[in-house]
């Protein structure tokens, strides 16, 4: 038995799904907490895991693949894809992320949506870390990910009485 946290013990793991509006508001918490993920794509070979810079807009996602880079190729050939988001963690108390699934759309430069995406997407303090220049934004295509499913963890969740593992689908 846990000392200091009695509601991490294994017959207390409630099934409640919380409301929508409060689960989405934990999300978007952890879609914020942190501006690095890990994105699952599925390449020729099985599949890709990258970390790489992502910035989010209520619950989409936007990331600035590396022009050519496996992942984007991966990306391009099936836009199925995960993207795995946890809160740095130092035990099960404070356990907390979530991982969203759907397929990416790969944003051309000049488009609304691309514009629209590079406001979101915080590009000059990448561009200014690396040596580019921060007057104008990169040029490549952007991907944004509006998820269909996310699979929310939260540990602490339990000691408010829902499940520590929360489902959100787009078509609730």
């Known amino acids: 038995m846990s000392a200091a946290h009695p509601w991490l013990e294994p017959e207390n793991w409630p099934k409640v799904p919380m409301p929508r509006k409060d689960l ?3 999300i978007e918490r952890v879609l914020t907490l942190t501006n690095i993920a890990f994105l699952g794509t599925l390449g020729r070979n099985g599949p890709i895991v990258s970390p790489l810079e992502f910035y989010a807009d209520g619950l989409d996602v936007y990331v600035f693949p ?5 992942k984007l190729k991966a990306m391009a050939r099936d836009p199925r894809i995960c993207l795995a988001v946890a809160n740095p963690m ?3 108390a404070c356990a907390m ?3 969203l699934f759907g397929n990416a759309e790969l944003l051309d430069p000049d488009t609304a949506d691309w514009e629209r995406g590079m406001k979101v997407f915080k590009w000059p303090a ?3 870390e690396i040596g ?3 007057q ?3 040029r490549g295509q952007l991907m944004r990910l509006r998820p269909e499913r996310i ?3 939260e540990h602490f969740l339990r000691r408010e009485g829902f499940a520590p593992r929360q489902i959100w689908l787009r078509e609730g």
């Open 97 to 99: 992320g979530c991982q």
């Open 24 to 26: 989405e508001a934990r």
């Open 90 to 92: 130092a035990g099960w």
């Open 126 to 128: 990448s561009a200014f």
């Open 66 to 70: 590396q022009p050519n880079s496996p």
């Open 132 to 134: 580019r220049p921060i």
């Open 136 to 138: 104008t934004p990169p």
């Open 151 to 153: 699979v929310y963890t």
